[in-house]
């Protein structure tokens, strides 16, 4: 579904997800108010594994009625290194949203820096980098990139947790700000 026909239909609850191969993070906001929020980890040996797992956790919960959604707000696809990642990922994605989703459901697609920004964490400035090699001295730019990129964590999940969402997941506090997102800028809330 397009962004501009989304954006003054009514919806109650919103399912924002982070899936991965290993887990599926998930928050369920209903009227602007989080309901529930967490983490099913995924077992298995290897990918195949993992798949059925995940599988048979989701339609678990799904018959339950526990994902009741209008509304399920995804990150949209971002580019990895690896293209042998990226298809282990859209199997599990696969079969992760093959249970969830039904015909009253409907998607909404959110780019990770449209939500991040939303929620005031963007994306370093060439300052702000240049700041933290300053702080540490003799750092692989590698080393650097993984303090940014562990500091924007943790900034999304003080986020979360100013709203109620006490998470040690960056998955979940992920889902959150996604759901967070789509709740007060794209569903318009009864």
């Known amino acids: 579904m397009s962004l501009a026909k989304l954006k003054k239909q009514k919806g109650k609850r919103i399912l924002g997800v982070d899936?991965?191969?290993?887990?599926?993070?998930?928050?369920?906001?209903?009227?602007?108010?989080?309901?529930?929020?967490?983490?099913?980890n995924f077992d298995g040996a290897d990918i195949y594994e993992r798949i059925l797992d995940a599988k048979r956790k989701m339609a678990a919960i799904s018959n339950g009625g526990f994902l009741a959604v209008d509304f399920v707000a995804i990150e949209a696809a971002v580019s990895v290194k690896s293209v042998h990642t990226a298809i282990k990922m859209a199997y599990v994605f696969g079969a992760v949203m093959g249970e969830i989703l039904n015909d009253n459901i409907d998607i909404i697609e959110v780019h990770p820096i449209t939500w991040q920004s939303y929620i005031g964490n963007k994306n370093f400035t060439k300052a702000q980098k240049e700041q933290v090699k300053k702080e540490n001295p003799g750092r692989s730019e590698a080393w650097i990139k993984g303090k940014i990129r562990e500091t924007r964590k943790n900034i999304t999940k003080e986020f979360a947790k100013s709203k109620g969402v006490i998470t040690d997941s960056d998955n979940v506090s992920d889902a959150f700000g996604i759901a967070w997102y789509a709740a007060h800028e794209l569903v318009g809330q009864e």
């Open 19 to 40: 899936a991965s191969t290993n887990s599926f993070a998930f928050c369920i906001i209903d009227n602007k108010k989080v309901i529930s929020y967490g983490e099913i």
